[in-house]
């Protein structure tokens, strides 16, 4: 069943929705942990309770709130709990960002985006710490560059 599936057929002990992530973080976190002490869970943000994907407004940042969201789940919940921000299928978009302005900073704006859905490898020497992401940083910017190029030619 697609995530767009489960929506339709309303709220359940392992889908939760929200237009927006509530600011007190106790009306969600409860949720949270309820997906992780029993069969896990989908907590899915952009959506309505008329079951319709509304969307987050563009001027929230999603680097941010991922953050914020993580960093409390953290904060509030022990044993550690594991999570991802990862879609399953490509239904809808559950997560996209959108870049305008000079060319540079759109493909910055991208190369951060894809860096936040890349596994990253930590490697820590005494004091010294050496991340390293599944693919070299040099082949996602060439990647970001050529699609956008390619999209300036089809257009």
């Known amino acids: 069943m697609t995530l767009q599936e489960e929506i339709q057929n ?4 392992t ?7 509530p600011h007190d973080s106790q009306k969600w976190i409860k949720t949270i942990v309820a997906f992780a002490n029993g069969a ?4 899915v943000l952009g959506v309505n309770n008329q079951r319709e994907f509304v969307g987050l407004a563009k001027s929230i940042d999603l680097f941010e709130l991922k953050d914020n969201i993580a960093d409390t789940i953290g904060q509030m919940c022990e044993p550690q709990i ?3 921000f990862r879609g399953t299928d490509r239904v809808v978009f559950l997560d996209k960002k ?3 302005g000079p060319l540079c900073e759109q493909i910055d704006g991208a190369y951060k ?3 936040n859905y890349l596994s990253m490898a930590v490697e820590i020497n005494g004091i010294i ?3 390293k992401y599944e693919l070299p940083h040099k082949a996602i910017r060439e990647l970001i560059i ?3 190029l390619f999209i300036e030619t089809i257009r």
């Open 10 to 13: 309303g709220e359940s002990c």
């Open 15 to 21: 889908l939760e929705y929200k237009s927006t992530l």
């Open 40 to 43: 896990g869970g989908k907590f």
């Open 82 to 84: 594991m999570f991802d």
């Open 98 to 100: 959108e870049y305008e």
């Open 113 to 115: 985006f894809v860096l």
């Open 129 to 131: 710490r050496k991340e």
């Open 146 to 148: 050529l699609m956008r």
